[in-house]
């Protein structure tokens, strides 16, 4: 295998994790943002008011797009084997 050929596979697999995590990160930072407006607004300083809500959705939203998360991980891990298979018979 050349090192073209592996910064691809690194390169590609990294962009699978952000393509995968956006979703649940970008939903815990809108929460966290109105949360912390509404903390400002109405003055309440309670720590576990930032946390309750993040993670309520975001695991919510892991649950609704995990189908979508687990075919994105198998699609690009049954092409990695390929394209593993493919320099190991060589």
Do not use: C
Not at 4 to 9: G, H, T
Not at 17 to 38: E, H, M, Q
Not at 60 to 68: C, E, N, R
């Amino acid at each position: 295998m050349s090192p073209d050929i592996v910064v691809a596979l690194v390169s590609k697999g990294l962009e699978i994790a952000l393509i995968i995590s956006a979703p649940t990160l970008i939903a815990g930072l809108a929460v966290g943002l109105l949360v912390s407006i509404f903390q400002a607004v109405t003055q309440i300083q309670e720590m576990t008011l930032s946390f309750i809500p993040k993670i309520i959705v975001m695991v919510a939203l892991i649950g609704v797009t995990f189908p979508w998360m687990l075919s994105t991980l198998m699609e690009y891990t049954m092409a990695l084997l390929q394209n593993m298979n493919m320099y190991i018979g060589k």
